[in-house]
């Protein structure tokens, strides 16, 4: 891995700090810097919890032509491990992945349809779940094959994104498991319910009203599931671009580690002090990320998560390694 051994000073410099005097109840955010099959069946492993059958696997399988995508051989022995199902729903946007066909070529060129069954969730249909937050939503669109499943894994993809900020689990399972009219109706935080009017223009919103229908939409999953939800973040290929961009920027900083957590708030929180607390030096620098994180207020995003409930902006890293 790059840059170990200024990792491993960085993830002691946040576990000192986390782990100063803290009220009862913190929520635990395991870490390793082992970006490998075995090191996510261990962050995996750390968090203690049963999952219950059938178990989706949700991720990105990522736009054609980009490349940052969590990557089959980095995944499959954990999705093994749950026999689980790799889920995901098509985009709002023309592409790679608009189309049930188009996105169903997508999943076998990217190698996921070698490694374990696959599932696009709004393939055949979309259901309306509730919301707790509806300040901005009153319900979230999502693929009908949702009832399918027992539990999920949100395994994402912690990286920059144009809109967001940054894409960690909140955005995993908020835009990622919504339909493709979800994520419509996200966007525009509630104005239109179809891909269509998006793209006619009449969806546009106020960035931290998108990023408080994303969390609303988060927390919608983690309540339909009834918790039976993990979390984790990969921190490699930190592009300042998403894994939805056909043309991504290169990174411009190292690779970070493989965080888990059951509290999506304070793991995307984690993620994000890491960044901003990474050692940066010349020809590996985070200032690209964090500009992006900023400029596009993404922190909103855990703060109003936090705000409503989902979870704890607070708590304690723990590393296994």
């Known amino acids: 891995m790059k840059n170990f051994g200024r990792i491993v000073m960085l993830a002691a410099t946040l576990l000192a700090v986390s782990c100063a005097p803290k009220e009862s109840g913190e929520p635990k955010v395991y870490m390793t810097t082992d970006i490998s099959a075995e090191g996510l069946v261990r962050v995996f492993d750390a968090l203690g919890v049963e999952m219950q059958g059938p178990v989706a696997v949700k991720i990105s399988t990522g736009e054609p032509g980009g490349h940052n995508f969590l990557k089959p051989e980095l995944i499959k022995d954990l999705v093994a491990k749950v026999e689980g199902t790799i889920v995901e729903c098509n985009v709002a946007y023309p592409g790679g992945r608009y189309s049930n066909e188009a996105h169903w070529q997508t999943i076998k060129d990217h190698g996921f349809y070698a490694i374990a069954p696959c599932d696009i969730m709004d393939e055949f249909g979309e259901v309306r779940i509730p919301v707790q937050d509806t300040t901005h939503l009153k319900f979230n669109i999502v693929g009908d094959h949702i009832a399918n499943y027992g539990s999920m894994i949100n395994l994402a993809h912690f990286k920059g994104h144009t809109m967001g900020g940054f894409g960690g689990v909140l955005k995993n399972q908020s835009i990622g ?73 290169d990174p411009e900083m190292g690779d970070v580690g493989i965080l888990a957590s059951t509290d999506p708030v304070a793991l995307d929180q984690a993620c994000v002090d890491l960044v901003f607390n990474y050692p940066s030096t010349e020809g590996d620098d985070a200032a690209a990320l964090i500009e992006r994180i900023n400029s596009r207020h993404g922190v909103h995003i855990i703060e109003h998560a936090e705000k409503i409930g989902l979870g704890s902006r607070s708590y304690e890293l723990v590393s296994i390694d």
Not at 194 to 205: H, N, P, Q, R, S
Not at 219 to 229: D, K, L, N, W
């Open 177 to 249: 498991v919504a339909s493709s009219n979800g994520k419509a109706y996200i966007h525009s935080a509630g104005k239109v319910e179809t891909k269509e009017e998006l793209w006619a223009g009449i969806g546009d919103t106020e960035q931290t009203h998108f990023l408080e229908a994303m969390a609303a939409a988060a927390q919608s999953i983690h309540e339909y599931y009834e918790g039976r939800v993990v979390y984790i973040n990969v921190m490699n290929n930190l592009s300042v671009d998403c894994d939805c961009s056909a043309h991504p920027a």
